[in-house]
């Protein structure tokens, strides 16, 4: 069973920064997509920033230019680093990977940021 373990999340003032870490049980070349997804109160689970297939990476719009995110592959994980962060950035962080079709999820992290 494939296990996604976040850490690194909190309370920070507006343009602050944070680091999210995603600890992966398996080797993230098991994983064609590894990523970052959030989730506000009251809106839709988004994607916030990927790598996909053949080593390239997606960001939303909102995020571009901010965050940054990472692998490392002898350590199978994932991070994400958020710098100028606002306040709309509030909100539940989830690791995310996909494998033969199959979704995984880690347990989600609190970003709140205050204005």
């Known amino acids: 069973q494939v296990q996604l373990v976040e850490s690194g999340g909190g309370l920070v003032q507006a343009g602050g920064s944070l680091r999210l870490s995603c600890a992966v049980s398996e080797s993230l070349f098991s994983f064609p997509i590894t990523g970052w997804h959030r989730q506000a109160p009251g809106n839709q689970r988004e994607l916030v920033a990927r790598f996909v297939s053949g080593g390239k990476v997606e960001y939303a719009d909102s995020v571009k230019g901010r965050f940054t995110i990472s692998r490392d592959n002898a350590k199978n994980t994932l991070a994400l680093q958020m710098n100028s962060l606002k306040p709309e950035d509030t909100a539940v962080y989830y690791c995310?990977?996909?494998?033969?079709?199959?979704?995984?999820w880690g347990q989600g992290i609190q970003v709140t940021v205050s204005s």
């Open positions: 995310h990977s996909i494998k033969r079709y199959m979704n995984y």
